[in-house]
Nanobody, 116 residues
Framework: VQLQASGGGLVQPGGSLRLSCTAS????????MGWYRQAPGKYRELVAD???????NYGDSVKGRFTISRDTAKNTVYLQMNNIKSEDAAVYYC???????????WGKGTQVTVSS
């Protein structure tokens, strides 16, 4: 599976961004799709994910501010980021996990910079 991520950029604190991740095959064939992020000097962490049946899961630091959704017709998963904080600055990576144990794919990261 190839993952094409987009939507990062520069945003002011309190602002919003929407990230997109398009998969090269039907997302119904993918067990979980999600977004991770990694800030300098920190481990990569889960931001949010969504399963093939639509169940969502969020990291504690983004609950109530970020929303993951999908458009199955476009094989695309979105991350709507609202009320962005300085600590949200990171490289965001799209991830897809298949049903076989070794099926794990990553897209190229997209940078989110938070600055006033």
């Amino acid at each position: 599976v190839q993952l094409q991520a987009s939507g990062g950029g520069l945003v002011q604190p309190g602002g919003s961004l929407r990230l997109s991740c398009t998969a090269s095959r039907s997302i119904f064939s993918i067990k979980v799709m999600g977004w991770y992020r990694q800030a300098p000097g920190k481990y990569r962490e889960l931001v949010a994910d969504i399963t093939s049946d639509g169940t969502t899961n969020y990291g504690d630091s983004v609950k109530g501010r970020f929303t993951i959704s999908r458009d199955t017709a476009k094989n695309t998963v979105y991350l709507q980021m609202n009320n962005i904080k300085s600590e949200d600055a990171a490289v965001y990576y799209c991830n897809a996990e298949g049903y076989e144990f070794d099926e794990d794919w990553w897209g190229k990261g997209t940078q989110v910079t938070v600055s006033s």
